[in-house]
């Protein structure tokens, strides 16, 4: 992609951030394999806080000081919906978190409403290149690219057990009703930040390339970890193939 390419080759405060979390990603799987099995969830908390940081400073240049708000407003709403989630069933089906992942508040990791901060402002980036100039569009694309990431995601979690699931469900024990509460909740945080910002697509062109970086680096960094390094094939394919669609959707739309 063009847009990243031009990114990573200017030098910039985002692209030092991008590139400082994408170091710390690569160390992910070497951590695990020097201090052995557990350990890579001292990589992964590394990494969640680094493309945090890579994210806030990317999202700077369209919100500027809203950039504090969306830090909040963000997780506070992922994890108010991981609250009503796994008390309820409702919207994602029925789940809980074990104690693998601390600390905990009300029952849910703190690591889990910052990955909501860490790749929601990314698929909103995905949803403005797709389309610009329509803003409900740009939403359900932003929703849907976020949920992509989760194909990924939930084998992998579930697999080192941070959370589980009631029931099998029909994708490596995961239920639909998953990905659907995922692209639900996301569309409506995207509709309510973009609202309150009063910025129609929740993006500009000035942090679309650092957030889509992010995004596409995400995209083959999960591959590689999930099909060499974590035997996990099914998901490294599936995961490859959802986000890959947007990754192609950016580029026809460019």
Known sequence: MELVARFLSEPSAPRTMVIVWTVVMICVPIVRW??????????????V?????????????????????VVVLVPLL????????WRTGFPFGKYSYTDVLQPQVAGVPVLIPLAWLMMMPPAWAVGYLVSPDRPVIAW?????????WDVYLD???????FWKWEANGIY?????SNYAGWFSVSFVITAIVAMIAGASAVMDA???????????ITWVLQFIGQFVFWKMRVAAVAGFV????????MIVAA
Do not use: C, D, H, N
């Not at 940081?53 to 809203?66: C, L, N, Q």
């Not at 959802?242 to 959707?249: E, K, S, T």
């Open 78 to 85: 992922g994890w108010t919906s991981e609250v009503i989630g």
């Open 34 to 47: 020097v201090l052995g099995e557990g350990a890579e969830r001292i990589g992964i908390a590394t990494g």
């Open 242 to 249: 959802a986000m890959g669609l947007f990754i192609v959707a």
């Open 206 to 216: 000035r942090s679309a390339a650092g957030l889509v970086t992010i995004y596409a």
């Open 49 to 69: 806080f680094a493309q945090v940081a890579a994210v806030v400073v990317a999202i700077w240049g369209s919100f500027g000081a809203f950039t504090v708000a």
């Open 140 to 148: 359900l694309v932003a929703a849907a690219a976020f949920t992509a």
């Open 155 to 161: 084998p992998q979690m579930v697999s080192w057990k």
């Open 172 to 176: 490596l024990g995961i239920p639909l």
